[in-house]
């Protein structure tokens, strides 16, 4: 298992999404004790350059603590390359369907033997808060970056225990908007007896095979649910959500007063 998400007896591990694309929003978010960030090009325009200074931002801010991981948009050769290449600690694809394009991920994102990745990680070493960090020990460490398919379908959540025996995947992540819509469900969480059997059966599928498990939460309550069932790790909403709600609460505030 990658030791990103390996669990020390303290809940779930918790990140924010990131979005805005902005160093300084980055590094208030890496400031605040996250355990790591997601920064999102599926769901907003950040561009592989922007990902790459935010990776490195997060890592700075954060003294190497909150570990960056970058959501592409898309399985493409191209933005898995340059997502790893800019040191990120892990890099999340969106809408997995099954174990061949699972094989085909991996293909893309490990080095020879296992993979066919093109070797140039020529900016992997500023990510890292060592200054004596270089392309040779970021291919020591390479073995240990978060390749993750999200499972975010019915038809995912059915080929689930296929894509976790593709040698190379140690972690998965749960994207509960996107599978609640596969299944007739609208909404980032709710009761319903068909999602929550479906969760229990991943969460019991990943534990058997050793993969840790992640799921977006739309707030508290709904992370402190996951966290008793047995998810490794869980993702928070980002800047746009904070900010807007922070925004809020202090006019509220003000003008109750
Ligand atoms: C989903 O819920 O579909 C997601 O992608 C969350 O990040
Ligand atoms: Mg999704």
Redesign the pocket.
């Known amino acids: 298992m990658s030791s990103i998400f390996v669990k020390d007896g303290k809940g779930p591990k918790l990140g924010c999404t990131l979005g805005f694309g902005t160093t300084l929003s980055a590094q208030l978010v890496a400031r605040a004790g996250y355990d790591y960030v997601l920064i999102d090009m599926e769901h907003n325009p950040v561009s592989p350059r922007e990902a790459g200074n935010l990776t490195r931002a997060v890592a700075a801010a954060s003294g190497g603590q909150c570990q960056g991981l970058i959501r592409v948009p898309s399985h493409g050769v191209e933005w898995i390359k340059w997502a790893l290449d800019c040191g990120a600690s892990g890099v999340v694809i969106?809408m997995v369907q099954s174990a061949d394009e699972t094989e085909a991920i991996i293909q893309r994102a490990v080095y020879p033997p296992r993979g066919q990745r093109s070797f140039g990680p020529a900016l992997a070493p500023f990510a890292s808060i060592d200054p004596s960090d270089s392309v040779q020990k970021y291919l020591q460490r390479a073995s240990d970056i978060a390749i993750i398919p999200?499972i975010?379908s019915l038809n995912a959540m059915n080929e689930l225990d296929a894509i976790c025996s593709v040698a190379g995947i140690t972690t998965v992540f749960i994207?509960?908007?996107?599978?609640r819509m596969s299944m007739g469900l609208r909404g980032?969480d709710g009761g319903e007896d068909s999602y929550l059997q479906a969760l229990t059966q991943a969460v019991r599928t990943c534990k058997h095979r050793n993969i840790a498990i992640g799921i977006?939460a739309v707030d508290a309550r709904a992370c402190s649910k996951r966290a008793a069932d047995g998810f490794d790790f869980v993702?928070l909403p980002g800047e746009a959500t904070l900010l807007a709600s922070a925004a809020r609460a202090q006019l509220e505030d003000c003008t109750k007063a």
Do not use: A, H, R, T
């Open positions: 969106p999200m975010e994207g509960p908007v996107d599978l980032p977006f993702l």
